[in-house]
Nanobody, 118 residues
Framework: VQLQASGGGSVQAGGSLRLSCAATGSILSINAMRWYRQAPGKQRELVATITSAGSINYSDSVKGRFTISGDGAKNTMYLQMNSLKPEDTAVYYC?????????????WGQGTLVTVSS
């Protein structure tokens, strides 16, 4: 099983980006998918979660600006980021709780860099 994150880049404050995270491999089911981010010198923080039951949660810092969504048929998750701020600058990682043939547990993507300039 692999998670591939993409969509990062550089934008000015107030701009938008859309991140994608695709899970591939011998997957039986995905129970939840999450976006984390880690800014320079800071701990990794949970940004948004979507579960297979459709439950969605956001951190207070992104609520109202970011939207998480998923495509179950494609095992893909998205993060639409609007009204970006310089403090959103970070490496964004996708994470998924996956039931797979070989291993059931948490999987991580490689991270994609988002840079927001003022």
């Amino acid at each position: 099983v692999q998670l591939q994150a993409s969509g990062g880049g550089s934008v000015q404050a107030g701009g938008s980006l859309r991140l994608s995270c695709a899970a591939t491999g011998s997957i039986l089911s995905i129970n939840a998918m999450r976006w984390y981010r880690q800014a320079p010198g800071k701990q990794r923080e949970l940004v948004a979660t979507i579960t297979s039951a459709g439950s969605i949660n956001y951190s207070d810092s992104v609520k109202g600006r970011f939207t998480i969504s998923g495509d179950g048929a494609k095992n893909t998750m998205y993060l639409q980021m609007n009204s970006l701020k310089p403090e959103d600058t970070a490496v964004y990682y996708c994470n998924a709780a996956i039931v797979a043939y070989l291993r059931t547990g948490d999987y991580w993507g490689q991270g994609t860099l988002v840079t927001v300039s003022s």
